[in-house]
């Protein structure tokens, strides 16, 4: 038997990832929370301008996708019974 490689482990990492999550949903009331689970990934790791700008141009197919996938959130149903009575 070989010795087995040592795994450094911390919840930090994930305890600042949903930090920084929870002050996006905070920041962005009015969007889905199904929506902001897709900005995770933004928050691993460095980002720079050329990345940002691949992402945002990913934006059409992400709605499409959530579209077909998702579906229309419960702040959306009650957005639109709002406007259609007010």
Known sequence: MGE?????CSSDIIE???GKYKSIVKANKYVGITDLC???SCLL???NLEQTTHSMTK???IKKWRNKNIGVS???K???LFKKTG
Do not use: A, D
């Open 4 to 8: 087995k490689p040592v795994i450094l």
């Open 16 to 18: 600042s990832c949903f």
């Open 38 to 40: 897709l900005c995770i």
């Open 45 to 47: 790791g460095e980002t």
């Open 59 to 61: 934006t059409k197919h």
């Open 74 to 76: 419960l702040y959306e």
């Open 78 to 80: 009650r957005n639109t």
